[in-house]
């Protein structure tokens, strides 16, 4: 692998591989001391829209390698800049770009390794980081139903339903009927007391500003607890800490978005390693 710009590229053997990678490198992320030497003398730079947890993740990615790692935010002419690092000899390019078109583009013209930090139908690291936190929780990744609820992360869905009947499980998506603006792809249901039966975990992608959140959740405030009750036993919750129930809102026991933020770090390790090899 030279670029990861869609986990829909990739194949079953070559997921794995991160996947694995990343669970090397978690302990490392874990650990007390935080300094490997895989990427000594490698530079990576990453460009971002906005610091948020990707660029961090990222940051921090390179710097428990060892790497010189430069951050750039709100970059006006992405492909140019690409190109200068390019140009100007770093290893890795990461860049964050809503235009997949632009992305592909970039990472075509390169020399360097490149990973799309996130555009508008594909968010690779982001997804790797949702199955790896899936993965420590529920055994593997074999015979799952995921269900996907929300309509804001949609770049999620495609990558998402791939990598996960390559594991032999399914993902599943609920939108209410009412919302004829999201694009929908896959499996998706209209009804949520039967998108949420037995769902083995639930993935929260968000709501876009406006949506009206019980029409989606199940209550005002955020995904009800009745719902989550209705699956699996202690099915792990990704993208959210709380449920709501009669009394307001709470903390759910089985939330694994902390989980997920240090397997974002680990993804992130393990594809500038394999990716730098």
Known sequence: MKTIVSLTDLKREEISLVLESAVQMRRLVLSTFKKGPQLAGKTVATLWKQPDKQSMGFQLAAGYMSANSYVYYDVKDVFDCCCALDNMGVNTVVAQCENDNLIRKIADSLKCSFINGGSAQYDPVGVLADLMALQSKTDGLRNLTVLAVGNKQTNK?????????LFGSALVWY?????????????????????FAGADAV????????????????ATGGISSKLMDSARVNAPL??????????????????????RDSCYASV???LLYILNR
């Open 203 to 218: 993935i929260d992608i968000g709501l876009d500003v406006y949506s009206e959140a019980s029409q989606y959740y199940g």
């Open 157 to 165: 869905i495609s990558e998402l339903s791939y990598c996960l009947s």
């Open 238 to 259: 990704l993208g959210s800490r709380t449920v709501v129930d009669a009394l307001g809102i709470k903390q759910y026991a089985h939330s694994i978005v902390n989980t």
């Open 268 to 270: 992130a390790m393990a």
């Open 175 to 195: 939108l209410p009927d009412s919302d004829y603006a999201t694009n929908r792809k896959g499996v998706v249901l209209g009804d949520i007391k039967a998108a």
